[in-house]
Nanobody, 128 residues
Framework: QVQLVESGGGSVQAGGSLRLSCVGT????????MGWFRQAPGKEREGVAH????????YIDDSVKGRFTISRDNAKNTLYLQMNSLKPEDTGMYYC?????????????????????WGQGTQVTVSS
């Protein structure tokens, strides 16, 4: 029943922007923290950003800090990732994911193992 569907990926030139969306259905969207992850060819999946239940707290990986912004609209059951000043190294498959663990000692908000539901992914390609 739980389903996460990403959209908004595409091909852009370096310096361009994209806005990814993720719609969560089949569950109470506002009851779970959410995250964005990406996976480049030949590399492991890595955390990009995490957002708290109400969107007050966000955690952004250093590699994209200052360029990417995570947000959510619980009324629309939608998670967003605004990506600006894109670089070729940002290329990869982007996934949204759900977690019941929203923070605390002994874990990382950008650790994929903390998330148990994943979307199908949306491809982002940045050309130089």
């Amino acid at each position: 029943q739980v389903q996460l569907v990403e959209s908004g990926g595409g091909s852009v030139q370096a310096g361009g922007s994209l806005r990814l969306s993720c719609v969560g259905t089949g569950y109470t969207f506002s009851s779970y923290c959410m995250g964005w992850f990406r996976q480049a060819p030949g590399k492991e999946r890595e955390g990009v950003a995490h957002i708290s239940l109400g969107g007050t707290y966000t955690y952004i990986d250093d590699s994209v800090k200052g360029r990417f912004t995570i947000s959510r609209d619980n009324a629309k059951n939608t998670l967003y990732l605004q990506m600006n000043s894109l670089k070729p190294e940002d290329t990869g498959m982007y996934y949204c994911a759900r977690t019941s663990w929203c923070g605390g000692s002994g874990g990382s908000r950008l650790d994929p193992s903390q998330y148990n539901y994943w979307g199908q992914g949306t491809q982002v390609t940045v050309s130089s």
